[in-house]
């Protein structure tokens, strides 16, 4: 079976500090979504990531795809109280579906 | 406009009972996907369907029956409740293939009581 594990499963950090989630894999993904959920809402896409160790910046937010396509990390600089929400990796381990990872729920803290 | 829509938001039913959530998008999209949260947020695929056609089934109870009467509509029929059956449902779609953007309806509330 197939898994994608975040961590921290966790975070609850003061407005300004960085923060690094992590989501991996021993499987191999032709590409990886990073979404972000609010309460009461579905995820949004954040950044999609098709190549190894391709590296993305979304103002605050720098995403990371590992070289061998099995990981990824998403980077927040300088947290904000608007970055507060649920993180959730996606790996595509084919043609047709995402995986989602276990989630890390971030708050900050004003 | 609402890009992906499904209703009912919020569902409270009893054990036993059948319900159904309905889902559209207005996005001309070719793929649509039910999803399946518990309550870890653990975000798990339930089906996929391409131009109508199933082309993902994720071990899903038979209870659980969906239906693409065209490529803009899923439905999602479930028989019997139980009570492990609540979560919240995520209708979902996209363009076919991977690294395409997902995107989520505002998901259905299904508590069973």
């Known amino acids: 079976t197939q898994l994608l594990e975040q961590s921290p499963q966790f975070l609850s950090i003061q407005e300004g500090e960085n923060l690094t989630v992590y989501c991996n894999s021993s499987?191999?993904?032709?590409?990886l979504q990073w979404y972000r959920q609010e309460p009461g809402e579905g995820p949004v896409l954040l950044v999609t990531v098709v190549t190894g160790g391709e590296v993305k910046k979304l103002k605050r937010l720098t995403f990371q795809f590992g070289d061998a396509r099995k990981d990824s990390s998403l980077h927040i600089t300088a947290a904000q109280p608007g970055d507060t929400g649920l993180y959730l990796c996606a790996g595509a381990p084919g043609t047709y579906k995402y995986i989602f990872g276990t989630g890390t729920r971030l708050k900050v803290l004003a | 406009d609402t890009a992906v829509s499904q209703t009912p938001k919020y569902l409270v039913t009893q054990m036993g009972n059948d319900k159904s959530i309905k889902c559209e998008q207005n996005l001309g999209h070719d793929t649509m996907y039910w999803y399946k949260q518990d309550s870890k947020k653990f975000l798990k695929i339930m089906f996929s369907?391409?131009?109508?056609?199933?082309?993902i089934n994720e071990t899903v109870p038979n209870r659980f029956s969906p239906k693409s009467p065209d490529k803009a509509h899923l439905n999602l029929h479930i028989n019997s409740l139980e009570l492990g059956d609540s979560a919240v449902y995520f209708c979902?779609?996209?363009?076919?293939?991977?690294?395409?953007?997902?995107?989520f309806g505002e998901g259905s509330w299904l508590t069973v009581v």
């Open positions: 499987s191999v993904f032709s590409s």
């Open positions: 369907y391409n131009n109508k056609e199933l082309i």
């Open positions: 979902a779609s996209s363009q076919l293939g991977a690294g395409n953007t997902i995107y």
